[in-house]
């Protein structure tokens, strides 16, 4: 069997079955099981808002592919976004040797991060672009088509489930799908307020202090909201 080859091909449909079968959208599917069925390390779905992109399903497990994640959205490149606006596969079997000038801020800095090949696959219903399924692996090489076959069949499951009348809520608390990134959103909205600017300026303003300053997006957030900073003048 070729390396990285799920040795479980079953197991992928019948996590679909049972998901679609329960009627709960995408909490029906777990990831942490999906992404091992694949031979991957992690799975994500992030849904395009006006913020950019936001993560609504993912492993708690597996927090090396929500920092991926966030890590794009600070610098505003990369293959999920990429994926996200194009509408096309972006596969990336080894992010140690792809050419710098493609992501030419993200590239570098995933050098302190494990995710090592990345697969970031549309979301779509159509020309409507939903968003992006994307799986990471911490050791180098292609999909095989096998797996490449299972990653297109996750994604077009993902996609029914998203458009569920229970697509993004939690079936156990009746609520949305709790937002990754939460506390970004309620910081951008206070430091708009704080600073009486737009909220999309001053989601610029979070994301250029965390790149600037090294620390994740996140924290610089956590500050805003618990301790006020203005970041204006880089005080709180």
Not at 96 to 106: N, V
Not at 127 to 142: D, K, N, V
Not at 148 to 166: G, I, N, S
Request: charged share 15%.
């Amino acid at each position: 069997m070729p390396a990285h080859e799920s040795r479980d091909r079953p197991g992928l449909q019948a996590l679909l079955d049972t998901a679609r079968q329960a009627g709960q959208g995408l909490s029906g599917l777990p990831a942490g099981p999906a992404a091992a069925t694949l031979g991957l390390d992690g799975l994500t779905i992030s849904l395009t808002n006006r913020a950019g992109l936001e993560v609504v399903w993912y492993d708690p497990g597996q927090p090396a592919g929500t920092a991926l994640e966030d890590l794009q959205y600070t610098l505003g490149e990369g293959p999920t976004l990429d994926a996200a606006r194009t509408g096309h596969p972006v596969t990336v079997p080894d992010l140690h040797t792809e050419p710098e000038h493609r992501w030419p801020a993200l590239l570098p800095a995933t050098r302190h991060h494990p995710p090592r090949a990345v697969f970031a696959l549309p979301l779509h219903l159509g020309a409507i672009r939903l968003g992006a399924l994307t799986g990471h692996r911490t050791t180098p090489g292609p999909l095989t088509p096998t797996q490449m076959t299972q990653v297109l069949l996750l994604t077009e499951t993902a996609t029914t489930l998203l458009l569920t009348p229970d697509g993004i809520h939690d079936i156990a608390t009746d609520q949305p799908l709790p937002l990754h990134r939460a506390v970004v959103h309620q910081a951008t909205g206070a430091l708009s307020v704080r600073l009486n600017i737009p909220i999309d300026q001053a989601l610029i303003r979070l994301r250029a202090y965390a790149f600037t300053h090294n620390r994740p997006l996140e924290d610089i957030a956590y500050d805003v909201i618990h301790h006020h900073y203005r970041l204006d003048n880089h005080t709180s």
